[in-house]
């Protein structure tokens, strides 16, 4: 069956550090796979998009996620957190042509000071 | 670039009362998706459209329906709210038939029912 999964629920971090936000799927095709970034009362935002090309993807605000097929990850990284990163984080997959997003549970990134 | 455009932004509604939210999908973009956001919470599918016609279906109410027009637009309708109906609904679109196009969000609509 077609799933994603979001390992961590919540991750938090202090300012300057790394950040790794875990996503896995499930899947008998090759999947698209998109993170989404959704602040307080806003709409998602497109992070990255990986669709068969480079392996690794980079993305905006200095994201970025590498798409491992033999481990079906696709985790999203950033050398260093800053304030403005704290929000809740969507690993979205589409695994076929018709019309069907899988979304996983989210991951809320706290970054403390 | 153009991006998909939800109205109105915010609704107040009493308890029975009706209420019906726009969606304009990314100009070329085929597909539309609804969702919908309580408090706290995950989003959630309700349903979509490709080509006009009703492509999947979600957690959608019986008292909730939708259509999409001859110009791509969506528009979801919903009758008898309850108080539980308070939430922010967010339309997507997409280019159908496309495994690689990602979902462009709305920024929502907020529909508040007292």
């Known amino acids: 069956a077609q799933s994603v999964t979001q390992l961590d629920s919540h991750v938090s971090v202090s300012e300057g550090t790394p950040v790794l936000l875990r996503c896995n799927y499930s899947s008998s095709y090759s999947p698209s796979l998109f993170w989404y970034v959704q602040h307080p009362n806003k709409g998602l935002q497109l992070l990255l998009k990986y669709t068969s090309a480079a392996t690794l993807v980079k993305g905006i605000n200095g994201f970025e996620a590498e798409f491992k097929k033999s481990e079906t990850s696709f985790h999203l990284t950033k050398p260093s957190a800053h304030m403005s990163d704290a929000a809740e984080y969507f690993c979205?997959?589409?695994?076929?042509?018709?019309?069907?997003?899988?979304f996983g549970s989210g991951t809320k990134l706290n970054v403390k000071p | 670039a153009a991006g998909v455009i939800q109205s109105p932004r915010h609704l107040i509604k009493e308890k029975r009362e009706t209420a019906t939210l726009k969606c304009y999908p990314i100009p070329r973009h085929d597909t539309v998706y609804w969702y919908q956001q309580g408090p706290g919470q995950d989003p959630q599918f309700l349903i979509s459209?490709?080509?006009?016609?009703?492509?999947d279906k979600g957690s959608i109410p019986d008292r909730f329906s939708a259509q999409q027009f001859s110009d791509y637009h969506s528009e979801l309708n919903m009758s008898s709210l309850e108080l539980g109906d308070s939430a922010l609904y967010f339309c997507?679109?997409?280019?159908?038939?496309?495994?690689?196009?990602?979902?462009?969000f709305g920024n929502g609509t907020r529909l508040t029912v007292t």
């Open positions: 979205v997959a589409s695994l076929d042509n018709f019309n069907k997003f899988y």
């Open positions: 997507a679109s997409s280019l159908g038939g496309n495994q690689n196009s990602p979902l462009h």
């Open positions: 459209f490709y080509e006009k016609m009703q492509s």
